[in-house]
């Protein structure tokens, strides 16, 4: 009986989704009480700060009881570029796990664990508290990168600056010492 009862909403922008035969995921919840606790270093979180238009990202890779963090330029928001970058930030680290929202930018977690040799955790979907560390770590760095900011744009030189400003800060939560002192 409505007037325009043939006239549906579209949605606007197809939203990507993990496909059905997806490797299976390791749940959040299952995750050993040591890295829970944030007892040990070496237990990672990561996640994506959009730049403007979705045209270019910056990957943050955050310890979650060091606090130390490593931050890559993306160009692309592809599955590929963010494994690469994941293990070249990470290398040269003790890494035991690592922690991720389900985006679509995750889904080579499987080559990222025989890379790094480590289990890869996801959250459940909009369970932000769930990865705090890396949500707030991204607080701080939009101080220095606010919203609508071209990544293309910024020098890696800057982005490394940051990095470094981030890893020196000394932290109420680490008795007033950087991460850096701290041993990561």
Known sequence: NLRHSSNRRRKRFKSPRWPAAANPRLAAENRPAVIENRKRAGDYERDLIVGRHHASQLLTIVDRKTKLVKIRKIAKKTAELVHEQTV???????????????????????????????????????????????????????????????????????????????NYRPRKLLGFRSPVETGA
């Not at 922690?99 to 289990?119: A, I, M, Q, R, Y």
């Not at 910024?154 to 982005?159: F, L, R, V």
């Open 88 to 166: 070249k930030a990470l290398k040269s680290l003790p890494v035991k796990s690592l922690t991720n929202d389900n985006g679509c930018e995750f889904l080579n977690h499987v080559h990222t664990t025989k890379s790094l040799g480590v289990p890869v955790y996801f959250t459940r979907p909009y369970a932000s508290w769930e990865r705090g560390t890396v949500e707030n770590t991204n607080k701080l760095i939009r101080q220095y990168f606010p919203k609508k900011t071209d990544f293309k744009e910024i020098p890696d030189e800057k982005i490394q600056m940051v990095e470094s400003l981030l």
